[in-house]
């Protein structure tokens, strides 16, 4: 009876995880249109690109974010749980679920955080990856000066040096390298996102979830 009631109290709470990058718009949206029909109340009060807040007369609801690369985050009440909470956890639950998402137990979303924090340097790594190769397909570096010109340019901008042939085919070469940079790196962020496993996508080929690490709880 203890372990039932214990149960009970904690679907007030529910951990989530969704296979999308991070708690943007789109996101946003999903959780909102779950908790609305209930009569929740966006409060805009504490704007964050971390956590959402609803309120329902004297009740408040808040999901806060734990990870990025899936999203994950933790809802539940602000003060009182009532059956309120409860309802909306629910909802918040099927939402997710309906989204290619799952829900995890305490014990679960503990086995899980020190692989969150993982994921979400590797995605800081290939983001700045990302960028540092748009960067370059944005801009041609000089062979003397090192200045960043226009890609169309025919002289340097910075010493005036005019591109020879041979800088021309070095820039087609960077300019290949970073395609390829960001293609792969594209390729990881989308399978961090979707919540393919560290070890999986070192080593490409396979594709199993994460949630299938998951395995008690
Ligand atoms: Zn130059």
Redesign the pocket.
């Given at each position: 009876m203890v372990s039932d009631r214990a149960k009970i109290v904690r679907r007030h709470h529910v951990h989530l995880l969704l296979p999308q990058p991070a708690l943007g718009e789109a996101q946003s949206a999903l959780f909102e249109s779950a908790v609305r029909p209930a009569g929740w109340v966006a409060d805009p009060s504490e704007p964050s690109s971390l956590s959402l807040q609803w309120r329902r007369r004297q009740d408040t609801l808040r999901l806060q974010t734990l990870g990025w690369f899936p999203l994950l985050v933790t809802v539940g009440p602000l003060g009182r749980a009532t059956t309120a909470h409860r309802d909306a956890a629910a909802r918040l639950t099927a939402a997710v679920a309906g989204a290619g998402g799952r829900s995890f137990t305490d014990r679960q979303l503990a086995d899980y955080l020190p692989q969150a924090r993982l994921r979400w340097q590797r995605a800081l790594t290939e983001r700045r990856r990302l960028t540092q190769a748009e960067r370059l397909l944005e801009a041609r570096q000089?062979s003397?000066?090192l200045?960043w010109s226009e890609p169309s340019v025919t002289h340097?901008t910075?010493?005036r040096?005019r591109f020879t042939a041979i800088d021309d085919a070095e820039r087609e070469t960077a300019v290949g390298q970073a395609s390829k940079v960001i293609d792969t790196a594209a390729t990881v962020l989308a399978e961090l996102a979707r919540g393919v496993l560290l070890d999986r996508i070192d080593s490409p080929g396979t594709d199993r979830p994460v949630a299938g690490m998951v395995t008690h709880g």
């Open positions: 000089c003397r000066c200045a340097c910075g010493c040096h």
